[in-house]
């Protein structure tokens, strides 16, 4: 029975560069959450997805970030024109339902932008 | 604007020494408040969900509280594989369900 997978693990990526990230949800949750880390700082929500719906985007930065959850494959994770300041651990969680209490977390993608 | 502080930021314990992790919140209304661990390099790994003031949840060594305005994660005889950062949360009610993380408190039990 996997947990939420996320892909990769680490990602280095040159300042200006794209970088996506993968999420798939344990089976069955169809509701995914996205959280940064930063160093030494708490999980920061960031957007809230349902299949092919944003319900809450308003963690996200105004620019360069984008996220979907399509009706068939993972959810992405989308910064455009990475800078230093983007480097952080990213970490989705997913549910069951939206009445769903326990979110269940991802190992993470450690994002190291040089 | 939901808040949560955890006390105090880092831990050291020697094994079997007993001690509590605080964390305080505001929130304008209490759907879930969360206990999480996280492992350096991991993601965080759910441990306890509380819902109300009074509630109270044990898994082995660890025992959580909630009160209207705090939360103790009290460990009892920690052994070393207890280090960790140990994460608190808190979901409001509505129709929106992300969680707002305290900065987390550090454990380190020696042997």
């Known amino acids: 029975n996997a947990g939420v997978m996320q892909n990769p693990r680490h990602l280095v990526r040159r300042r200006g560069q794209e970088a996506r990230l993968r999420c798939s949800p344990m089976?069955?949750?169809?509701?995914v959450y996205w959280y940064r880390q930063l160093p030494e700082e708490g999980l920061k929500f960031m957007v809230y997805?349902?299949?092919?719906?944003?319900?809450?985007e308003s963690g996200m930065p105004k620019e360069r970030f984008s996220a979907e959850f399509p009706k068939e494959g993972p959810s992405i994770l989308r910064i455009q024109q990475v800078v230093r300041g983007d480097s952080a651990a990213y970490f989705c969680?997913?549910?069951?339902?939206?009445?769903?209490?326990?979110?269940?977390f991802g190992p993470g993608t450690r994002l190291t932008v040089t | 604007e939901d808040q949560v502080t955890q006390s105090p930021e880092a831990l050291r314990l020697q094994e079997g020494e007993s001690s509590s992790l605080n964390c305080s919140y505001t929130?304008?209304?209490?759907?879930?408040l969360f206990w999480y661990r996280q492992d350096p390099g991991k993601g965080p790994e759910f441990l306890f969900t509380?819902?109300?003031a009074g509630e109270e949840k044990e898994k082995e060594r660890l025992k959580a509280t909630l009160t209207k305005k705090e939360s103790f994660l009290h460990i009892t005889a920690p052994k070393p594989e207890d280090s960790a950062t140990y994460l608190c949360?808190?979901?409001?009610?509505?129709?929106?369900?992300?969680?707002?993380f305290g900065k987390g408190i550090t454990l380190s039990v020696r042997p």
């Open positions: 929130v304008s209304g209490l759907r879930g």
């Open positions: 969680a997913s549910t069951q339902t939206d009445r769903s209490y326990e979110q269940y």
């Open positions: 997805l349902q299949k092919e719906n944003i319900i809450d």
């Open positions: 509380l819902y109300s």
């Open positions: 089976k069955g949750h169809s509701h």
């Open positions: 949360a808190v979901q409001a009610t509505g129709a929106n369900s992300k969680l707002t």
